[in-house]
């Protein structure tokens, strides 16, 4: 959804041309997604960050709030960190800025479709440089606490975007086993956010490949 005809256009006939996303519509108000969400109930909602009646995040956090089951992949104009991190707090799958959009809009759907997080490479490389300077905040990996192969493991899952439930399933461990993992990992290292998590993440590059938790 966005205001602009051309990035509408643009971003559906790159959907038309893919052999494997469907454009079930587009909007170019948060009033008019609404509505064409509970039309079509989409699997993943592309969003600007940027609506002539309402700011793309707010729309997104609305979104999650009503239980919409479909993913968020956040789109926008403006570079700022601060957009990302207010969308990876609400919970979106990805983030794309426009200027990259036709080579990294799709990987950003289907990315999300699967469960996971994509973020454009400006936007990873941008996130990875504020990472450096707050290294002695997130924790660097000189002077950090060591984490188990399997808390580290469990912590990259979490910056991936995927569930508790999830990792728990791909782990072959309970819920609750992930759980703690989780929480003792982002304890040694003081990760306080799921953006602070992304943002180690990226910095230490476990956002490279997406592996399945390997057991053990």
């Known amino acids: ?14 959907m038309e041309a893919s052999e494997d996303i469907v454009c079930v519509g ?20 592309v969003l600007d960050v940027a609506l002539p009646d309402t700011n793309g995040l707010v729309l997104a956090q609305r979104i999650v709030a009503s239980g919409v089951r479909a993913h968020i992949v956040m789109m926008t104009l403006y570079e700022e960190r601060t957009y990302v991190d207010q969308a990876l707090q609400i919970g979106a799958k990805g983030f794309v800025q426009k200027r990259s959009a036709g080579q990294n809009l799709l990987l950003a759907i289907r990315t999300a479709m699967l469960g996971g997080l994509f973020l454009d490479p400006p936007t990873a490389g941008g996130m990875s440089v504020t990472s450096t ?8 990996a000189n002077g950090a606490p060591e984490l188990t192969k399997r808390e580290q493991e469990v ?12 990792i728990a399933w791909r782990a072959a461990v309970s819920v609750k086993s992930i759980e703690t993992y989780k929480a003792r990992a982002a304890e040694k290292l003081h990760l306080h956010s799921r953006a602070q998590i992304v943002h180690f993440a990226v910095k230490h590059g476990w956002m490279n490949v997406i592996d399945d938790v390997k057991q053990g």
Do not use: W
């Not at 300077?133 to 660097?140: E, F, H, M, Y």
């Not at 990259?156 to 439930?165: E, I, P």
């Open 133 to 140: 300077k707050q290294s002695s905040v997130n924790g660097a």
């Open 1 to 14: 959804m966005d205001d602009h005809p051309v990035v509408v256009a643009g971003a559906r006939a790159l």
């Open 155 to 166: 912590l990259r899952m979490v910056a991936l975007g995927y569930s508790n439930k999830e």
């Open 26 to 45: 587009d909007a170019r108000t948060g009033a008019e997604a609404l509505d064409l969400i509970q039309e079509t109930d989409p699997d993943v909602i």
